[in-house]
């Protein structure tokens, strides 16, 4: 099983068809919607978890969606959690929409597992300490 977050953008003239259920039919992978919104210039922007059988397939997928004209990255390591100054209160948990952030017991620590983060900066604006934060190495898919 090969799992990723990834995001996506839609020029005008894609947003409206319907690419990513193509993903399913065409490749067999399985798409989780984290985040998703149209702006005024009619541009898509879609965050989704995509998870295939193998990393083969995925990379297809992935192609299908950059011949359509569709601009894929990775937003990896745009989220961190500065363990020193982390207080483990559990805030960030309550606005996680993934569950990239959770809470590992009995020792009841709050654990961030980047590999789940959609970087909907939720847990920024949440946390009292500061000590989620936000890294801007956004990686275009080669
Ligand atoms: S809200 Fe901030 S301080 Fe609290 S557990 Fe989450 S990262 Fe740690
Ligand atoms: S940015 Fe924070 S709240 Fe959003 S998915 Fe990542 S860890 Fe969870």
């Given at each position: 099983m090969y799992s990723k977050i990834v995001i996506l953008n839609f020029p005008p003239v894609v947003a409206q068809k319907a690419l990513v259920c193509q993903l399913t039919k065409k490749y067999d992978l399985i798409f989780n919607i984290l985040s998703a919104k149209i702006s005024n210039k009619k541009e898509g922007y879609m965050v989704i978890e995509l998870t295939s059988g193998s990393k083969a397939a995925f990379n297809?997928?992935?192609?299908?969606?950059?011949d359509q004209g569709v601009s894929v990255s990775y937003p990896e390591h745009q989220i961190y959690k500065d363990e020193e100054i982390c207080t483990h209160c559990g805030s960030c948990i309550a606005v996680c929409p993934t569950d990239a952030l959770y809470i590992k017991r009995p020792e009841m620590e709050i654990i961030f597992n980047k590999d789940k983060c959609s970087v909907?900066?939720?847990c920024i604006l949440t946390c009292?300490?500061?000590a989620m934060g936000l890294f801007s190495t956004q990686k275009a898919v080669a």
């Open positions: 297809k997928g992935v192609k299908y969606l950059k909907c900066e939720l009292p300490t500061r």
